[in-house]
């Protein structure tokens, strides 16, 4: 790999279109640059997912820098490992999501909880993505047997969007993040102190319970710390589920005619496929990173050991190649027989024999097919507000929050 100029102010300043930008000039589907000086190459396209999750190529287990860890992550999570280091620790997640009885569950608290808050509110105007994020924070809590009472939800909420908010830039936005998991997995850790002296490692299955007696490859309970931090390793991207629920806000005031289609699904099947498109078209994740694990070949290209490997996620998600109309809002294309989601990577990708394609995936479609469902039988009006979703910031959602103006 020759010497690239340093894109790292680059990425910075374009945000998600930084990279499907920089791809566009390629003609082979591979770009080559710099970030933070080291060596990397970015790819796209289901060859690309494959030769990235094969734990042959690409690890994990060094390439997350440490302000990204202390916002998003935490240290010594289950996204840190690679091998069977990664698949043993990820058991506590399979735990949860090993049947669709344990995801329906979840799909059924979230139901319940936004019930409650519409039921609750008093004011005329509120602001969806924040109240979302409290109704996520009560229902995970309730799945993994955590409960908490509103004002708890409320802290919870604020700082497990903090921690997404803040994990990808520096200044008070990632300082925010920092303390907001600081505080977390210090009132999570003396949670699973307590539980493991008051509950036997026999007690009533949960969540909670899963990862308090969870045990390593080597028969020893995990820390309090790094328990705390496979607890919130649930519940925060389960929060962070309130930027698709306003991304979907904002696909049903763009297209209204939505809104009766989600109401006449009695299957859910037209629900499920709205879900899907939300996480295709808006943006999420720009990308996953990884380092060559030793001397690689991509396409004639060599990629020495410890480049860094980018997997261009928003760009594949929008390439003409895997999508007709890629840049169209359209929840029948995950109804066609042809479409296939292996090539959908909102969260990543990876076949699931590989132990590496996101076990919140499930959780994601199934409370975000139910709050997209709830939404489009609630009824609101949207007051004048700025609906702008800029690229430049990561993560993105609606300016403004999407306000409803309640009817």
């Known amino acids: 790999m020759s010497p690239f100029s340093d894109s790292t102010l680059g990425l910075l300043t374009g ?42 190529h690409v690890v994990r287990t060094t390439a997350l820098p440490d302000p990204v860890l202390d916002t998003l992550f935490g240290q010594g999570g289950v996204h840190t490992p690679d091998g069977e280091a990664h698949r043993v620790r990820k058991a ?22 936004w019930r409650e808050a519409v039921a609750g509110w008093e004011q005329d105007r509120v602001t969806l993505f924040d109240e979302t994020a409290k109704v996520l924070a009560l229902a ?24 997404v908010d803040g994990f990808a830039t520096p200044g008070p ?12 997995e210090k009132a999570l850790a003396a949670l699973i102190i307590s539980s493991r002296a008051t509950q036997g490692s026999d007690a009533k299955p949960s969540g909670l319970e899963a990862v308090a007696w969870h045990r390593g490859r080597d028969g020893s309970l995990l820390d309090p710390h790094a328990a705390a931090v496979e607890l919130l390793g649930i519940i925060r991207p389960t929060i962070a589920i309130a930027w698709f629920t306003a991304f979907a806000a904002h696909a049903l005031h763009r297209w209204p005619h939505h809104r009766d289609l989600l109401g006449s699904d009695v299957e859910g099947v037209y629900t499920e ?46 390439d003409p190649v895997l999508w007709d109309h890629p840049y169209r809002f359209d929840p029948h294309r995950f109804i066609n027989a042809n479409t296939t989601l292996d090539h959908l990577v909102p ?36 007051p004048e507000q700025d609906l702008t979703i800029p690229l430049s910031r990561m993560p993105t959602a609606p300016r403004s929050g999407f ?5």
């Open 273 to 318: 496929a709205f879900a899907h498109e939300v996480r295709r078209f808006y943006p999420f994740a720009p990308f996953v990173g990884g380092l060559a694990a030793r001397d690689l070949t991509w396409r004639g290209e060599k990629v020495p050991e410890g480049a860094l490997v980018l997997l261009d996620l928003y760009g594949q998600n929008h």
């Open 403 to 407: 306000v409803l103006g309640l009817t």
């Open 92 to 113: 506590i997640f399979r735990a949860l999501v090993k049947d669709e009885t344990g995801i329906a569950a979840l799909g059924n608290h979230v139901t319940w909880r």
């Open 173 to 184: 936005r990632h300082l925010r993040a920092r303390r907001a998991r600081a505080r977390q």
């Open 15 to 56: 945000g998600y279109a930084w990279l499907p930008n920089r791809m566009r000039t390629t003609t082979d589907g591979t770009f080559r640059t710099r970030l933070l000086g080291r060596p990397t190459i970015a790819l796209r396209g289901p060859e690309a997912v494959a030769f990235f999750y094969d734990e042959e």
């Open 347 to 382: 969260q990543g990708g990876g076949g699931p024999a590989r132990g590496h394609r996101s076990p919140g995936e499930d959780i994601t479609v199934t409370a975000l097919s139910a709050l997209a469902a709830e939404l489009a039988r609630l009824s609101y009006a949207v």
């Open 140 to 163: 995970v809590c309730d799945w993994v047997g955590l409960p908490l009472s509103d004002a708890e939800a409320g802290e919870m909420a604020r700082d497990c969007t903090a921690m």
